[in-house]
């Protein structure tokens, strides 16, 4: 069974910092692209960054670009996202989500439960 489990999020004020790690389980990521996604309440749910199956090639939304990387370590079969300069806007539940191939594009086949970040201003 294809697990995704996120980590990492909580509160922070504005200009802070957080790290999410989501850990793959139920088989091996390392050959596909993977992403994560954030849903804001009352919003639907977006894209935020992706990176290809190698880690050389990575895809962000263009308001966190500067402020948002995304990595992995296909060794421990996790991705994260390192989040910097934080801003309210930024406030929303983040998701992991792995594709079924090498297009950072998806389809996007698994998700994670999601994990709460909230930025205070």
């Known amino acids: 069974q294809v697990q995704l489990v996120e980590s990492g999020g909580g509160l922070v004020q504005a200009g802070g910092s957080l790290r999410l790690s989501c850990a793959a389980s139920?088989?091996?990521?390392?050959?596909?692209?993977m992403g994560w996604f954030r849903q804001a309440p009352g919003t639907e749910r977006e894209f935020v960054a992706a990176?290809?199956?190698?880690?050389?090639?990575?895809y962000y939304k263009d308001s966190v670009k500067g402020r948002f990387t995304i990595s992995r370590d296909s060794a421990k079969n996790t991705v994260y996202l390192q989040m910097n300069s934080l801003k309210p806007e930024d406030t929303a539940v983040y998701y992991c989500?792995?594709?079924?191939?090498?297009?950072?594009?998806?389809?996007?086949?698994?998700w994670g439960q999601g994990t709460q970040v909230t930025v205070s201003s």
């Open positions: 989500a792995a594709t079924n191939g090498r297009d950072m594009a998806g389809p996007y086949d698994y």
């Open positions: 139920g088989r091996t990521f390392s050959r596909y692209a």
């Open positions: 990176i290809s199956w190698s880690g050389t090639n990575t």
